[in-house]
């Protein structure tokens, strides 16, 4: 008996750790899945985290390139106007030049060394030693001018260290004149422009990303990286895989431009923070703790069984009082329940354990001598029908459920077991059962379920990203070349369907001979044998990715060729798990590249001739349209000349009538005095006639003088680019004054007021042309079927070297059509009825080159038109070329 109980400890112990096995199964499983989603959730943040840095970089690139273009385009413009014309001026390259350096401040200085030798240099203050250097006399430089006139174009280099200070770019442009065929084109010298490294990489944007580490590198072919240009010089140690890296295609070199996080890359092979690993990691301890109270429950009855044995071995004077509670408790370990409740043969309850009001949290006075579904609490959706008629045929049922609404609002649910029990006699007397509360298994059951349905969510948000790329084929293999991923895209540009590719190798896709020869080709490179799949996929194994243009095979039999990319994918961990192809269709592409090649091989001769002959046709227009602009000025001077003519007809004649009777009068008074019969009041009156007569001539011959005066003044100055200082309004009256005899003849009125004050310098005659050009041109298309109408010019000052002249109408206006091509040369809407086309076209030419101004049309049908002319106050000095 001692014996006996000293093991009893012992297998109790042993029996309760192997009673709780599911337990720890259960924990087993969820701590895997659980895993298994950290796993997979760090593997898709490290390939967001991948996939957010090569689109920022693709942006800084594109950007990069950009800038490149923009600051070395003056070197191709230089180099076309040399070709064009043989050589070029200084006061062209510094006109170009001088643009090029405003628009884009990153470039330093520009020069163009003819026969290798620096003649032109801009800007020259800071670069004086430039000039008359001979690249030759430089071996760095003489280096690099050979390099680009051997091959004959653009050589990027950098970074140097420039003579002014700070590192920059050189761009060197070799230029060669073209000869008479078969002669090769002549070298004629270099043209090189040099930028500041700095400004350009900050002009790129590359110094704005901080959360970037940044690495600008030559390229040596393929991802290689070359000198360091620009950037964190601790990139280069790290291995290529640890890089995002892009191509730069700049003029004259091909640059490497690399990136990673400036903290690094998120490296965890687990991320148990996701929303799925908690929420399985909450189901999985929910299940176990479910698991644990049913076992836990399932031990208490057994030693409660246990003990009631031992009662009724010990009290057999006890058996006949026990035996119904033998029964009940006999039926609760069969069904391994919580609570007991027993009912009578009407099935209202006439027993239930205390246990139930614990879990159900409803008294059992309330119950007792109900039916179960008399309570008010039930909540729908329970078939009590089908559960009365398996009473009524007295079967037992087992875990039967329903649920309840507690008193404070939440949902129990609730399983039940009862089996029927009989008198001595057979007699129906009632039913007896178990029950428990599965409130807590339902809410697990319920957050795995929703648990399951995010997973499925996220993995068809992913199949849906690769099915909507329908422009590429997207083929992923393992390492074998079995096929697992075949895409919408894939399908839709080859005619196969997925299933029809599943497992199967990527080479049935590919035209086999295409493919032996380049199995061939690699076999020769690497001195072994390369076969099958390895042809794919060799170089991408070495170098991390490969492009190649490849022959596809539709289903249907039809070619295509594809830009295929072949990609070395990896896992987390760097171990190698496949490869992945992305197949761009550039069949189109290719069928137009061999058009234009035909084209141009073509139009290439055309060309030539076509330019000899658009060359003399347009020095011919040249010629021609200096006459026209010729011609239209003596046709303003000879409009101005006749009604400067008709102006003084009007005070000469009077001064001619009033001569002439003078004169006779002084003959009759001679006369009288000559006779000796003058008398005083006939002297008298002849004074008073003279006195008259002489300020009638005064005034005529005074109104004559002003009108010679400002026609000599404003015919010199339009026929002369007379530089002086002058007065506005006296240009303006001038103008008006000589316009007048022809505005006489017309109901319309001109008018004037101007607000500018103080001498302005610059050309007058110029001035003077505009204002009559607009004005005749106002006269003849402004009032076109009107009786009245006016014009008004008017001038104020909007800033200290700037002010604005108005001429404007309240005619009939400009429709859009007209009002588009008012300043175009040939345009007119009276062609053939006194329009040439060229008054307007003048009028812009000199605002905008001779005078330094500017000048807008404003008009719409019926509104009249308005001219603002924006001009300064000290005109730009001209420079004859």
Not at 199 to 222: C, I, N, Y
Not at 261 to 268: I, Y
């Amino acid at each position: 008996m001692a014996e006996a109980v000293r093991h009893r400890p012992q297998r109790d112990w042993w029996a309760l750790g192997l009673g709780y096995w599911p337990v720890a199964l259960s924990l087993l499983l969820s701590l895997l899945v659980c895993a298994t989603l950290a796993r997979l959730d760090a593997r898709h943040s490290a390939e967001q985290e991948r996939q957010r840095v090569a689109e920022q970089l693709d942006l800084l690139r594109s950007r990069l390139e950009l800038v490149a273009r923009n600051t070395f385009a003056p070197s191709q413009s230089l180099e076309a106007m040399i070709q064009l014309d043989g050589a070029i001026s200084e006061a062209r390259f510094a006109m170009l030049t001088e643009k090029a350096i405003k628009l884009y401040p990153q470039v330093r200085s520009i020069a163009i060394a003819p026969d290798d030798v620096v003649r032109l240099v801009y800007p020259l203050p800071g670069n004086e030693r430039a000039l008359g250097l001979d690249y030759r006399s430089v071996p760095a430089q003489w280096r690099q001018v050979q390099q680009a006139r051997e091959s004959q174009a653009a050589l990027l280099v950098g970074p140097v260290q420039l003579v002014q200070g700070g590192q920059g770019l050189i761009l060197r442009n070799p230029v060669f004149l073209p000869s008479s065929p078969p002669a090769a084109p002549r070298y004629w010298g270099m043209v090189s422009v040099v930028a500041d490294l700095d400004r350009f990489m900050a002009d790129a944007g590359l110094g704005a990303h901080p959360e970037l580490g940044l690495l600008l590198t030559e390229s040596r072919g393929g991802k290689e990286a070359g000198p360091l240009i620009w950037g964190q010089s601790a990139l280069l140690k790290l291995p290529p895989r640890d890089l995002v890296q892009q191509r730069v295609q700049v003029p004259g070199a091909q640059w490497l431009l690399a990136a990673q996080p400036t903290d690094g890359w998120q490296d965890q092979p687990f991320r148990w923070q996701s929303a799925e690993v908690l929420a399985a990691a909450v189901a999985g301890g929910v299940l176990s703790l479910l698991l644990a109270l049913l076992v836990r429950q399932s031990r208490v009855l057994q030693q409660r069984n246990e003990t009631l044995a031992r009662e009724i071995q010990e009290g057999q004077q006890m058996r006949e009082q026990l035996e119904e509670s033998q029964a009940r408790f006999r039926s609760m370990a069969a069904l391994a329940s919580d609570w007991v409740w027993e009912q009578d043969e009407q099935l209202r309850f006439t027993y239930i354990s205390r246990i139930a009001e614990e879990a159900t949290e409803v008294q059992s006075s309330s119950v007792l001598g109900h039916h179960r579904w008399d309570s008010p609490a039930l909540l729908p959706g329970i078939d009590w029908e089908e559960h009365k008629a398996q009473l009524a045929r007295r079967e037992p049922f087992r875990d039967f459920e329903y649920a309840q609404r507690t008193p404070d609002g939440s949902v129990r649910h609730v399983s039940i077991s009862g089996v029927p029990f009989f008198d001595a006699e057979g007699r129906f007397k009632g039913y007896r059962g178990t029950g428990r509360s599965i409130t807590e298994a339902k809410e697990a059951e319920v957050a795995l379920r929703r648990s399951q349905q995010e997973l499925t969510v996220a993995r068809d948000r992913l199949q849906a990203v690769l099915d909507a790329a329908q422009e590429v084929a997207i083929i992923a293999t393992d390492m074998v070349g079995h096929i697992l991923l075949f895409n919408r895209g894939a399908e839709h540009m080859l005619g196969y369907a997925e299933a029809e590719l599943l497992g199967r190798s990527p080479a049935c896709l590919h035209d086999p001979q295409e493919v032996v020869q380049r199995a061939a080709e690699l076999s020769r490179l690497r001195g072994t044998t390369v076969e099958g799949f390895e042809t794919f996929v060799l170089l991408a194994r070495e170098l991390g990715s490969e492009t190649r243009e490849w022959t596809y095979l539709r289903k249907d039999g039809r070619r295509l060729w594809v830009s295929l990319s072949v990609s070395h994918v990896r896992g987390r961990d760097g171990q190698a798990i496949g490869y992945l192809g992305v197949a761009r269709d550039i069949t189109a592409q290719r069928a137009a590249e061999s058009e234009l090649r035909q084209l141009n091989a073509e139009l290439e001769s055309r060309v030539q001739q076509r330019t000899l002959e658009l060359r003399a046709a347009l020095q011919h227009l040249k010629d021609a349209q200096d006459g026209l602009l010729r011609s239209e000025k003596l046709a303003g001077l000879g409009s101005m000349v006749a009604g400067v003519a008709h102006e003084l007809n009007t005070p000469l004649g009077n001064c001619l009538t009033t001569a002439s009777t003078l004169q006779e009068r002084t003959r009759e008074i001679r006369h009288e005095f000559d006779s000796g019969q003058m008398r005083r009041s006939t002297l008298d009156g002849y004074l008073q006639e003279a006195g008259q007569a002489c300020d009638i001539l005064l005034r005529g011959l005074d109104t004559a003088n002003d009108l010679v005066s400002h026609f000599k003044q404003l015919s010199v100055d339009q026929t002369s680019m007379q530089r002086r200082s002058y007065a506005l309004d006296a240009v303006v009256g001038d103008v008006i004054s000589l316009l007048r005899a022809r505005w006489k003849t017309t109901p319309y009125l001109l008018e004037a007021e101007l607000a500018v004050e103080g001498p302005l310098e610059g050309y007058p005659g110029p001035l003077g042309q505009v204002l009559s050009n607009l004005l005749l041109n106002a006269l003849l298309h402004a009032f076109e079927g009107r009786e009245q109408g006016r014009v008004r010019i008017s001038a104020r000052s909007v800033s200290a070297s700037d002010y604005l002249l108005v001429v404007e109408d309240d005619g009939i206006g400009m429709s859009e059509e007209v009002r588009r091509r008012a300043f175009d040369p040939f345009f007119t809407t009276k062609m053939g009825r006194g329009g040439t086309g060229l008054g307007l076209n003048i009028v812009y030419n000199l605002v905008c080159t001779v005078l330094g101004g500017s000048i807008s049309l404003h008009s719409e049908p019926g509104q009249g038109s308005r001219f603002e002319i924006r001009l300064p106050k000290v005109a730009p000095i001209l420079t004859m070329v």
